[in-house]
């Protein structure tokens, strides 16, 4: 079961989780522009490259939103994490095997508000998920963040690094991961940041809609991090499942960091999003970008300065390796061509 289906990583879970159930031996490293899972390239014999592990039987894949509908007008199975008292009946009835928990609380300023929601949502309902799956011996796959660290460090952070959250947000998220620790339940935590896909509110269409708006954007430089498309989490979601299903102890269980290589500040993205969005013919024109700091853009809720996390252990445990930001970034650009010009031969 894949929870918050109608979001950017949900979105894209469904495709990938189809992908793997329909074929259980698919080649998941094509060419450049192919089909399948698109950025992840395989580790050479001997630096951690491992051969795929996956289930020889195909499985139901069971997409769930709050408000049991998709996008599409689908009907689907209804999973609201904010109803505690109804989450486990919901569980008893459709009984996952495994459950993949794409579903959160993401408003990051209006947390700082909605504290006690926020909570509910990404630490209370966790709580809940891990509970039930400990008892009905299934699994569960969770999203966390960047912003359980306080972004103070100066290199990429690890996964056994401390965390400190400095928001309502991030405190919500590392309560999620506590919880579904401590639950004892089978269970991958994937943490993630600057996630950004074709389709959902995210940094990259904002910026393509004001930029078609104004001559002039004003975008922070001084935090750093490594924009990651949400079909990149979840393919790479897609292909560990597809190996640590099979896994009968709890060798590879735990957290691990999902981003794209590389690094880049927002208005290094924002720039290269206009340059790649002009050069595949999606814009005429591409704004002015001009750098300013965090403290000329002051948000309710603070950000970590320093955002990258190092993938390492993911790497090593499921034999893959993440491209680089601007890869992926030319994955989206080209996806949001192709989907306008589609529409305009219509």
């Given at each position: 079961?894949?929870?918050?289906?109608?979001?950017?990583?949900?979105?894209?879970?469904?495709?990938?989780?189809?992908?793997?159930?329909?074929?259980?031996?698919?080649?998941?490293?094509?060419?450049?522009?192919?089909?399948?899972?698109?950025?992840?390239?395989?580790?050479?014999?001997?630096?951690?490259?491992?051969?795929?592990?996956?289930?020889?039987?195909?499985?139901?894949?069971?997409?769930?939103?709050?408000?049991?509908?998709?996008?599409?007008?689908?009907?689907?199975?209804?999973?609201?994490?904010a109803d505690l008292d109804g989450l486990p009946?919901?569980?008893?009835?459709?009984?996952?095997?495994?459950?993949?928990?794409?579903?959160?609380?993401?408003?990051?300023?209006?947390?700082?508000?909605?504290?006690?929601?926020?909570?509910?949502?990404?630490?209370?309902?966790?709580?809940?998920?891990?509970?039930?799956?400990?008892?009905?011996?299934?699994?569960?796959?969770?999203?966390?963040?960047?912003?359980?660290?306080?972004?103070?460090?100066?290199?990429?952070?690890?996964?056994?690094?401390?965390?400190?959250?400095?928001?309502?947000?991030?405190?919500?998220?590392?309560?999620?991961?506590?919880?579904?620790?401590?639950?004892?339940?089978?269970?991958?935590?994937?943490?993630?940041?600057?996630?950004?896909a074709a389709r959902g509110h995210n940094f990259?269409?904002?910026?393509?809609?004001?930029?078609?708006?104004?001559?002039?954007?004003?975008?922070?430089?001084?935090?750093?991090?490594?924009?990651?498309?949400?079909?990149?989490?979840?393919?790479?979601?897609?292909?560990?499942?597809?190996?640590?299903?099979?896994?009968?102890?709890?060798?590879?269980?735990?957290?691990?960091?999902?981003?794209?290589?590389?690094?880049?500040?927002?208005?290094?993205?924002?720039?290269?999003?206009?340059?790649?969005?002009?050069?595949?013919?999606?814009?005429?024109?591409?704004?002015?970008?001009?750098?300013?700091?965090?403290?000329?853009?002051?948000?309710?809720?603070?950000?970590?300065?320093?955002?990258?996390?190092?993938?390492?252990?993911?790497?090593?445990?499921?034999?893959?390796?993440?491209?680089?930001?601007?890869?992926?970034?030319?994955?989206?650009?080209?996806?949001?061509?192709?989907?306008?010009?589609?529409?305009?031969?219509?």
């Amino acid at each position: 079961m894949a929870t918050g289906a109608n979001g950017q990583v949900g979105h894209e879970l469904l495709r990938a989780l189809t992908d793997i159930s329909r074929d259980p031996d698919p080649h998941p490293y094509p060419s450049p522009g192919g089909r399948g899972v698109q950025c992840i390239s395989p580790l050479p014999p001997g630096e951690g490259g491992a051969k795929r592990r996956v289930r020889g039987r195909p499985c139901e894949i069971i997409p769930a939103a709050r408000n049991g509908t998709l996008e599409n007008g689908t009907a689907c199975e209804r999973i609201d994490l904010a109803d505690l008292d109804g989450l486990p009946r919901a569980l008893d009835r459709i009984a996952p095997d495994l459950i993949v928990n794409a579903a959160a609380y993401t408003a990051v300023d209006r947390a700082e508000d909605e504290t006690a929601l926020a909570l509910r949502i990404n630490g209370d309902a966790v709580d809940v998920l891990g509970a039930w799956a400990k008892q009905h011996d299934a699994r569960v796959v969770h999203y966390s963040t960047d912003y359980v660290f306080d972004g103070s460090a100066t290199q990429p952070y690890r996964e056994h690094d401390a965390t400190h959250p400095v928001s309502a947000y991030g405190r919500s998220k590392l309560a999620g991961e506590i919880a579904l620790r401590d639950s004892g339940a089978r269970h991958l935590i994937f943490r993630t940041a600057w996630v950004y896909a074709a389709r959902g509110h995210n940094f990259l269409r904002t910026m393509l809609r004001l930029g078609a708006e104004r001559d002039e954007l004003r975008v922070v430089d001084d935090q750093t991090g490594a924009p990651t498309p949400a079909r990149l989490i979840a393919e790479v979601t897609a292909l560990a499942i597809a190996q640590w299903t099979d896994d009968a102890a709890p060798l590879r269980d735990g957290v691990y960091h999902l981003v794209a290589a590389g690094q880049t500040s927002w208005c290094g993205f924002a720039r290269a999003i206009f340059e790649h969005a002009q050069r595949a013919g999606l814009i005429e024109r591409a704004p002015a970008v001009q750098a300013i700091r965090t403290s000329d853009y002051p948000t309710k809720a603070v950000r970590p300065a320093y955002s990258v996390l190092d993938t390492t252990k993911l790497r090593d445990a499921f034999g893959v390796a993440l491209p680089d930001w601007q890869v992926g970034l030319d994955g989206v650009i080209a996806e949001l061509a192709n989907t306008r010009f589609m529409n305009r031969e219509k």
